[in-house]
């Protein structure tokens, strides 16, 4: 599910380093080395306790946003949702992060938490296209599809022309109309 408008340079808003708010995404420097054994690309840890453990990835929380976002557009949900769960302790109210860590729980097929997290972005922005459509997205897969149909039709009310969204109200409604039938 890669966010239509930005698919790898998504800005990071709502950081709390003013000089990293509004950045771009360098999807450049996400992979530069794997860790033998590690969940995930990049050099994510930042070289452990005195005992030799890893405590944590390394960087900021814009480093980890940028290397979840890339490891999100590669199809890594899970590895994503580690540096996102990362990042969400240190900020919790980023819209930005709330949306990655929605990505990737849908990615990981955790449909409920995405729903929640979309949720919470449109009750934050209800003009937010992409959370509708997130939102929209998860509800379907939990089968609940008329409240999924609600959402999906905001967002392509709001973006018309965008096919993935227009394809997944045409499913949404495709599937309400065929339960109608069969109830009838």
């Known amino acids: 599910m890669a966010h239509p408008d930005a698919p790898k340079d998504q800005p990071v808003e709502h950081m709390s380093d003013p000089d990293e708010a509004g950045t771009r995404g360098d999807a450049s420097t996400a992979h530069q080395g794997a860790i033998p054994g590690g969940p995930y690309d990049g050099g994510p840890y930042d070289g452990g306790r005195d005992d030799g453990a890893p405590t944590g990835p390394a960087g900021d929380v814009v480093d980890w ?59 934050r922005d209800p003009t937010d296209h992409y959370a509708r459509y997130g939102l929209g997205l998860a509800l379907s897969r939990l089968g609940r599809q008329e409240q999924a149909l609600e959402h999906l039709a905001v967002a392509v009310a709001m973006r018309p022309g965008r096919s993935e969204y227009d394809d997944a109200l045409r499913q949404a409604r495709a599937t309400v109309d065929a339960r109608r039938a069969a109830a009838s």
């Open 65 to 123: 946003y940028r290397r979840a976002v890339d490891l999100l557009d590669s199809g890594d949900d899970a590895a994503a949702a580690v540096l996102l769960e990362r990042a969400l302790v240190t900020e919790p109210s980023s819209p930005a992060l709330q949306e990655a860590m929605g990505r990737a729980r849908f990615g990981s097929r955790r449909y409920a938490e995405s729903a929640d997290l979309f949720g919470s972005l449109v009750e």
